[in-house]
Structure formats: structure tokens, C-alpha cells
């Protein structure tokens, strides 16, 4: 009987002794992926979040030029069908302590589809081919995404009244911190200026802090960095972003002024440079004075840039001889979204135009060739060969770099519960020769779905 007691209570024992481990565990695991305590700033905690937005996309028409550089749908063919992700984070963000701050965020992401051009510029006639089945972006050499490191730095909160120091890979003030939070629609498009691949994240160190910290109505972001993303630095030339903005009326309305400027080749006989200059403009009616919400209410904004680019466009005379142009690509946006249904359903609508060349003139010069990346597009010509036991597609340059954009995209937003949304939308971009008399169209359908957890996005992430 006293066996059968003292087996029964080690039993009991051991229960409680596991059940308070667990309880423990439990408890451990809950401070170490909270968001509330992670915010409130409690050393040694963090939170673990994510998000992943994609579509079931339609082509019902397609140019017939495969125009449009680095945009999602150019050289997919026409009544093409997609299931896709066009992007996957995971995120960790951890307190080191009350001053110091750790972020870590890995990104699948921004891949061409099968079929789309090569990117980058090449010249005019010259041809590249490549397998029906492959195509260009951040794919593994099996065709497999995978994730890449694009956030990587440690804060240093309050390093003075007001300011914070960031060092590593971080966002960059050219438009993630403000004004692709109001436009709020990242999972539709790219704000203008991302379009025009401006970098969002870079490596270098940054102050980022407020004038008035009490109010934080008017603040500052600087950043010194590599111009490269996630490469490695291979050229002795650093980017260098700065901005300044103000919230007004209460946190209604928000003003932003950006620039950049970093040279790309600086010899004694070409001095090559771009430097961006930005303004954002938004109205939100769900703004309080603590924070503006862009996910709730109306929101209308409006955001352009010119880059000028110095020394960058080869122009050859028709009447012989070669210059070097600069010239000021320039864009601008407007959008508009708000409620139907206050917390179930929205809309957005949103409409760019883009003009990459402001030195064309037919009359002297025979045609254009861009130095700066992303401002250089060819276009093409395809060929798809479907007979042999490789299908291939041969792309074919036109060397038209001139033509000018016009971008229209619209839609409902329904959320089923927080943090989830499918919206139905339509993606439009057309093209405009300067130099050509030809206009055609890229037209996509889509149902794009976002689902986000650890951090809420339903406000834009703002």
C-alpha cells in the first residue's frame, strides 16, 4: 500500500514538475513572438511576422513590342494565364535591450514570369534567346524561388533626443518609410518611383528622427549606402538619400520632400551622375493626432519625381557626329482609396504617366541610348519557336528608349477578417513612341490576395 502511495505521488510530482515546464515554455515562447511587448520596447523580446501577396492573373492583350523594362507583365503573351507570388516575407524583429533593436527580413520576391525579356539594355538589333521554360529574377538555377536576405541591421534608438542610428541593411527613405504606407496598395503596384527601381533597401548607416518629438509631426531620414541593394559594392561610388516631412491639420495631411544623388562614373572626359528629386502629397480623413490610417476612411495622393541624369543619353546626329545628352526623366501619380463598407470593403484607383526622355528631337538626332540602369530600356522584338525539341524565345532589341507611359490600375479591396484581403483589380500600362509612330497596350485581370500575421498590415503597415 505504501508503494502503491509513493508511486502515486512521484507521479503527481513529475505531472506538476512537466505541466509547470510547459506552462514555462509556453510563457517563454509568448514573450519571445509578441508584437504588444516587442513594441512597448521590453529587453530580450521580439516578434516573429510575415506577409505574402500574389494573383491568378489574366493577359488578354499584349504589346506588341514587349515594352515596358522591369514591369511585371511585359513580353507575357497574350491570353496568357498566371497563378503567382509576387511576394514572400518573413520577418524577425528582437530587442536587444531598451536602446538597441535587431530587424532581420528574409524576401522572396520579384520575378519575371517564363516568358518575359531579359532584363537590362542591349543594342539595337542584337538578339538573345533563352528556354521557353526558364526565366530572369530572383530564381535559383532549377527555377525555384527562394529567399534572400534584404534587411539586416541593428538600431541604436535614442542615440539623441529624437534620433535613432541604424546601421546595415535597411529601408531606404526613398519611398518604404511614408509614402508607399499611404499609397497602401503595395500588393496592386510598386509606387512610381519603385517602378522605376529606385532602391528601397540598401547597406550603409542612416539617422532617421524627428524634429518635435513630443508631437512627431515633422521629421528626417538620411542615409549614406552602397546604391546596390543586397550586392556587394564593386564601384567607389556611395548613394546618398535624404528627406524631409511634416504632418499638418491634425495628422490629416502629410508632406514629403526626397532626394538622391549618387555619381556612376566620374573620369576627366564623362562625368555621369542621376539625382532624384520627389514630392508626396496625401489626405487622409481617419488621420488622428497620433497617427495618420490610411487603411480606413478616404485617402488621395498624388507623387512625382524628375532624375536627372547627367551626361547619360549617346544621341548619334543625323547629319554625323555623336552627343552625350543629359536628360530629366519625369513621372507622376495620382490615387485615390476609401471605404464601401467601413472595414469589409474599399476600393483604390490609380493612374501614372511616365516620360523616360525629354531631349527627343527626330529632327537632329536618329536615336537615343541610355547609360543609367533602369532608365534604359530597349524593348523587343519576339520570336517563339515551338518546333523544335527545346522550344526557345529570341528577343530582338529595337533600341527605342523614348516612349512615354501611361498607367491605369483600379479595384475593390474585401477583407474577410483582419489581415486578409482579396481584391479584384485591373492592371493597364500603355506605350508611346517619340521617335516611332506606334502606340499599343499591356491589359492583365487579376484577383490578388494578401494575408499578413505578427505585424498588422491592414492600415498599409503605416
Sequence with gaps: MKSLITKTLIRLSLLVIIASFISKSAEAQYVFSNDSL?????????????????????????????????????????NRTLFQFRRIYLGYDYNISKKFTAELLLAAEDNFPPGAPPVGSAAPGTTTSMSAG?????LLS??????????????????????????????????????????SYRSIERTIADIRRTPSYDFGIAFQGTFDPATKNFGYNI????????????????????????????????????????????????????????????WNSS?????MNPGSGYTIGVEGFINNLKADNVAPRIAGGTDTLSTTPAGISFY????????????????????????????????????????????????????????TVTYTTTGDQTYKQNFITAGLDFKPTNRVHFMPNVWYNSYSSQIASNKDYDLVLRLTFFFSFGKNYDNGGY
Design 287 to 291: 488621420a488622428t493626432d497620433k497617427s
Design 336 to 391: 485615390v482609396h476609401g471605404d464601401i463598407i467601413p472595414g469589409k470593403l474599399r476600393f483604390f484607383a490609380r493612374y501614372d504617366m511616365y516620360n523616360p526622355n525629354n531631349k527627343v528631337n527626330t529632327a537632329v538626332y536618329k536615336s537615343y541610348s541610355g547609360n543609367t540602369s533602369n532608365y534604359n530600356d530597349n524593348s523587343f522584338h519576339t520570336v517563339y519557336n515551338q518546333n523544335l525539341a527545346t522550344p
Design 38 to 78: 516587442f513594441k512597448s520596447g521590453q529587453e530580450n523580446t521580439g516578434r516573429l511576422w510575415g506577409y505574402a501577396f500574389g494573383d491568378f492573373d489574366y493577359k488578354p492583350h499584349a504589346d506588341s513590342l514587349n515594352r515596358g523594362g522591369s514591369n511585371q507583365y511585359s513580353g507575357i503573351q497574350k
Design 134 to 138: 526558364n526565366s530572369t529574377g530572383d
Design 223 to 282: 542615409l549614406a549606402a552602397n546604391g546596390t541593394s543586397d550586392k556587394p559594392d564593386i564601384t567607389p561610388y556611395k548613394w546618398f538619400y535624404a528627406d524631409v516631412y511634416g504632418f499638418f491639420a491634425h495628422k490629416h495631411v502629410v508632406v514629403d520632400i526626397y532626394a538622391d544623388y549618387q555619381r556612376l562614373n566620374w573620369t576627366p572626359t564623362w562625368h555621369h551622375s542621376r539625382q532624384m528629386l520627389k514630392g508626396f502629397l496625401a
Design 142 to 183: 532549377n527555377q525555384k524561388m527562394t529567399f534572400y536576405i534584404k534587411n539586416m541591421n541593428i538600431r541604436w534608438k535614442g542615440i539623441w533626443k529624437g534620433t535613432d542610428m541604424i546601421i546595415g541593411e535597411m529601408s531606404t527613405p526613398s519611398f518604404p518609410l511614408l509614402s508607399e504606407r499611404v499609397w
